[in-house]
């Protein structure tokens, strides 16, 4: 199935979560903010969070530094 | 010739300090009197106050932002004066004591809250209500997610500007700020970060943080375009 994530078509299995989901783009879900299909979730809610078909996921990955 | 004088200083070596009056007053010349009395009015929090917060706060205070919360738990270390607004006589003071020292050096005025804790996002809205615009100034990549969620869920409406990536030294114009939600923006150019050398140096975290300063700056002045 289908989501799109920062504008961008991806493929995925259905029941992702979407700590698999970062964990396959190589992203570490405590650096990423994530809103998906307009709500932002929660840091606890990522391990359960399935992703549902057509999602719109704006992830916002952030870099140490400061 | 242009030499203003102002009564009761002379600004030079007078060994005295201006009084409020006259620190408002040429503010207001500088900036213009209606802009001037809303910075004046401008309460803002900088959550951190390593190479980014340290040189915000400077920022703000310099065109005196009427009140700031200075939030960190660190103590200054020789390791951070590389980019950090401190001295290496204030090694081993808690960073929020030693900028406040510098802070009421700039503007014996300046209304300053300190916060001497390590922040969560839980407890992020409980200490910033009221505030116009949050600073993120975090060198952790984990509490700036974290210091995001808490101001769009719990502190709804609030101006932010955080910031991600700014080491090395790397492009300047690499580094930008984005209009991420209405009155919330990020700064940086959201990849570099800190690595065999690409180590946080005060050039392009300076850059960082005076986009970030400018930022607040705007919001403040009401100032909200999506660029």
């Given amino acids: 199935m289908q989501i799109i994530c920062n504008d961008e078509k991806k493929e995925i299995r259905p029941d992702t979560t979407l700590t698999a989901f970062l964990g396959g783009l190589g992203v570490k879900p405590d650096t990423v903010f994530v809103e998906c299909n307009g709500v932002i979730i929660k840091r606890d809610e990522y391990e359960t969070f399935v992703l549902p078909e057509g999602a719109r996921l704006e992830l916002i990955r952030f870099v140490g530094g400061g | ?227």
Wanted: charged residues 20%; contains cysteine.
């Fill in chain 2, 1 to 227: 010739m242009n030499i203003k004088k102002y009564s009761g200083f002379s600004g030079v070596n007078s060994g005295k300090l201006p009084d409020r009056a006259l620190v408002e007053k040429v503010l207001a010349e500088r900036h213009g009197v209606e802009i001037q009395s809303r910075i004046q009015q401008g309460v803002v929090a900088v959550l951190g106050l390593g190479g980014l917060g340290s040189a915000v706060a400077v920022a703000l205070v310099r065109i005196g932002v009427g009140k700031l919360l200075l939030a960190d738990y660190d103590v200054v270390e020789l390791s951070n004066l590389n980019r950090q607004y401190y001295f290496a006589d204030q090694i081993g003071l808690p960073k929020t004591v030693a900028l406040r020292d510098t802070l009421l050096r700039i503007n014996p005025y300046v209304c300053l809250e300190t916060i001497n804790e390590r922040l969560s996002e839980e407890r992020i809205p409980c200490l910033f209500k009221g505030v116009d615009v949050l600073v993120e100034c975090f060198d952790d990549p984990v509490m700036k997610p974290a210091a995001l969620r808490a101001a769009l869920t719990g502190l709804k409406g609030v101006g932010y500007v955080g910031a991600s990536g700014m080491a090395g030294f790397g492009d300047n114009n690499r580094i930008v700020t984005r209009r991420i939600y209405p009155r919330v923006y990020l700064v940086g150019d959201e990849e570099a970060e800190v690595g065999p050398n690409r180590g946080l140096m005060a050039p392009r975290v300076g850059i960082a943080a005076h986009h970030q300063a400018n930022q607040a700056l705007r919001l403040l002045l009401g100032v909200d375009e999506d660029t």
